[in-house]
């Protein structure tokens, strides 16, 4: 059973940084994917980032030069740093994880930006 666990959230000043992490226990073989996605209240849930096995990497429009995502295969970790953050990237970040044909979530964490 995979288990996703997201840390790094918080309030931050419109134009900081954060960089949120993600921890996956359970099996790390056979991964496809992991990435990082948003839901803003009132809003469908978007790709901000995703990152494959072989490292290829892709970023939403709206995020692209401001934010990077990497792994660390042996701490089983991901990490989505993020830059000139604004008001407009207040959402709710969740971890994701395909392996095979499922997919898996964590728990969210919290990002604000304020103005």
């Known amino acids: 059973q995979v288990q996703l666990v997201e840390s790094g959230g918080g309030l931050v000043q419109h134009g900081g940084s954060l960089r949120l992490s993600c921890a996956a226990s359970?099996?790390?073989?056979?991964?496809?994917?992991m990435g990082w996605y948003r839901q803003a209240p009132g809003k469908q849930r978007e790709l901000v980032a995703r990152i494959t096995s072989s490292g290829t990497t892709t970023y939403a429009d709206s995020m692209k030069g401001r934010c990077t995502i990497s792994r660390d295969n042996a701490k089983n970790t991901m990490y989505l740093q993020m830059n000139s953050l604004k008001p407009e990237s207040t959402a709710i970040y969740y971890c994701?994880?395909?392996?095979?044909?499922?997919?898996?979530w964590g728990q969210g964490t919290q990002v604000t930006v304020s103005s």
């Open positions: 359970g099996s790390r073989f056979n991964i496809n994917s």
């Open positions: 994701n994880l395909v392996r095979y044909d499922s997919n898996y």
